[in-house]
């Protein structure tokens, strides 16, 4: 069982930075692949960044929309995700939400994502 808490969201204006993150709880926590997505009101949840683990280090992998802009890093030590989002765009505003894959296959697939946390709302004013 993990249960994961987001912090860090907030009001910014574009262009500018935040860091989310994500505090998971549970000892097997660094065993997992870690993914970030977001949501806004009547879209599907997007896959916005994925953190994979195993004994040989980690990959990181990027929607298409957020590479070269976001950046995703874990501290297993610390049990926490982290987002960094640079050069934020007004369409980048929306809930984001930390989530653990527990179904092995695609990183951007919701639905391979069995622990999610309740989100921290961005918003990115023009």
């Known amino acids: 069982q993990v249960q994961l808490v987001e912090s860090g969201g907030g009001l910014v204006q574009a262009g500018g930075s935040l860091r989310l993150s994500c505090a998971a709880s549970g000892r097997t926590f660094s065993t997992y692949h870690m993914g970030w997505f977001r949501q806004v009101p009547g879209k599907e949840r997007e896959f916005v960044a994925r953190i994979s683990w195993s004994r040989s280090g980690s990959n990181m992998y990027y929607g298409d929309s957020v590479a070269g802009r976001f950046t995703i890093s874990r501290d297993n030590a610390k049990n926490t995700v982290y987002l960094q989002m640079n050069s934020l765009k007004p369409e980048d505003s929306g809930v984001y939400y930390c989530?653990?894959?527990?179904?092995?296959?695609?990183?951007?697939?919701?639905?391979?994502?069995?622990?999610w946390g309740q989100g921290t709302q961005v918003t990115v004013s023009s």
């Open positions: 989530a653990a894959q527990t179904v092995v296959g695609r990183a951007d697939a919701p639905a391979n994502y069995g622990y």
